[in-house]
């Protein structure tokens, strides 16, 4: 085993108290200029298009006609974009399809109320209807199993008669739990808790 010496090199030397002091100054304010120069870099830029729980409550709280305009234009995008991420065309396959989080950004779009609720929950009937089974889903699954029950406990009790919105969200479930239960009887489920 060969060894390898190491030159010790000092650059510095002895030196004065004041120009000790310099030189920590100097080396604090490059140090600083290097945080705040890579702090700048980490700044994130969302995609105006990306579902936000900020987004949904101006959606619900919005009062002003223009900016219902303006937000429900924004939440067709989004819809439209997520829809292409479902991959309803391609049969849930393709390199631009993302299901689990498709199934989520809808389980949060579907939360603003109207129009735009039932075809968040028809996108999301039709792509749980029609997606090959995948031990990947299994997550996502669960987040949508768990979303049905509330949205079942908290809206609908309430209600004596069942609207549009809740007929689907029970057809939502009932696939959601089929997907579930078929992964429980093959075993794909252990340790998944």
């Known amino acids: 085993m060969p060894i390898h010496k190491v030159p010790v090199v000092h650059k510095f030397g002895i030196i004065s108290h004041s120009q000790r002091l310099e030189l920590q100054e100097r080396l604090l304010r490059q140090s600083l200029e290097q945080t705040v120069s890579t702090h700048r870099m980490q700044t994130v830029t969302r995609n105006p298009l990306e579902v936000t729980e900020g987004f949904i409550h101006q959606y619900n709280d919005a009062t002003d006609y223009r900016e219902k305009e303006r937000l429900d234009d924004k939440a067709r995008k989004m819809l439209l974009r997520i829809r292409r991420r479902t991959g309803l065309k391609d049969g849930g396959t393709g390199d631009h399809v993302n299901l689990p ?76 739990f089929t997907r579930l239960l078929y992964h429980q009887l093959v075993g794909n489920l252990e340790g998944q808790a």
């Open 101 to 176: 989080m498709a199934w989520s950004e809808l389980a949060m779009l579907a939360q603003c109320r109207g129009k735009i609720q039932e075809e968040c929950l028809e996108v999301l009937i039709t792509s749980l209807d029609q997606v090959p089974l995948s031990t990947h889903h299994i997550p996502s699954l669960f987040f949508l199993a768990e979303t049905t029950l509330y949205w079942l406990r908290t809206d609908a009790i309430n209600q004596p008669f069942l609207r549009t919105a809740e007929l689907k969200l029970l057809k939502m479930g009932q696939l959601t």
